[in-house]
T-cell receptor, first 111, second 112 residues
Framework: RKEVEQDPGPFNVPEGATVAFNCTYS??????FFWYRQDCRKEPKLLMS???SGNEDGRFTAQLNRASQYISLLIRDSKLSDSATYLC????????????FGAGTRLAVHP | EAQVTQNPRYLITVTGKKLTVTCSQN?????MSWYRQDPGLGLRQIYY???????DKGDVPEGYKVSRKEKRNFPLILESPSPNQTSLYFC???????????FGQGTRLTVV
């Protein structure tokens, strides 16, 4: 079983749609969680951290369910510019506190 | 401007010819890492460093070396590149555990 699993997609949605991505992680001791965005052939960039109580940043909402070891990202009112790959990232506890990356979910927003 | 700088951005080389990919960060971060990204596999950690002169293997270290003689620099060395090292490579730094990682722009390496 992969340490961080995501649906690879692609998710093809029209502008204005609401889309949700899910991610599961295997290490129950994981401490920090993030969503990164990666445009084609570019470096990943932090989209948002994920907090236990859930958090929102404009059109983006992130949720964490520690009991189910599950993270989600909701994008409302999708824009063409949201087209990218979204990486679920889990920070393990202890030692180096390694970042474990999911393989990513690809989103394509069309007119 | 806070940034992580990798060079070169693109490199085509032949099997067995030693190469170095440089990485430099200007944020005074303790932690630095190298990753490779291959289709369907996501980012896999090659080596990491928690401070100057402290380096350790990640998940896929075979065929690679690193050094951390100064806090800002973390070069990746391929002593004898092979075609299976053809990949997209990213250097990243972060202040400490639990914090955001900042990535370089990537190095696309092709070994023929």
């Amino acid at each position: 079983r992969k340490e961080v699993e995501q649906d690879p997609g692609p998710f093809n949605v029209p502008e204005g749609a609401t889309v949700a991505f899910n991610c599961t992680y295997s290490n129950s001791a994981s401490q920090s969680f993030f969503w990164y965005r990666q445009d084609c052939r570019k470096e990943p960039k932090l989209l948002m951290s994920v907090y236990s109580s859930g958090n929102e940043d404009g059109r983006f909402t992130a949720q964490l369910n520690r009991a189910s070891q599950y993270i989600s990202l909701l994008i409302r009112d999708s824009k063409l510019s949201d087209s990218a790959t979204y990486l679920c990232v889990v920070n393990e506890s202890g030692g180096y506190n390694k970042l474990i990356f999911g393989a990513g979910t690809r989103l394509a927003v069309h007119p | 401007e806070a940034q992580v700088t990798q060079n070169p951005r693109y490199l085509i080389t032949v099997t067995g010819k030693k190469l170095t990919v440089t990485c430099s960060q200007n944020m005074n971060h303790e932690y630095m890492s190298w990753y490779r990204q291959d289709p369907g596999l996501g980012l896999r950690q090659i080596y990491y460093s928690m401070n100057v002169e402290v380096t350790d293997k990640g998940d896929v270290p075979e065929g690679y070396k690193v050094s951390r003689k100064e806090k800002r620099n973390f070069p990746l060395i391929l002593e004898s590149p092979s075609p299976n090292q053809t990949s997209l490579y990213f250097c990243a730094s972060r202040e400490t555990h639990g914090t955001e990682a900042f990535f370089g722009q990537g190095t696309r390496l092709t070994v023929v």
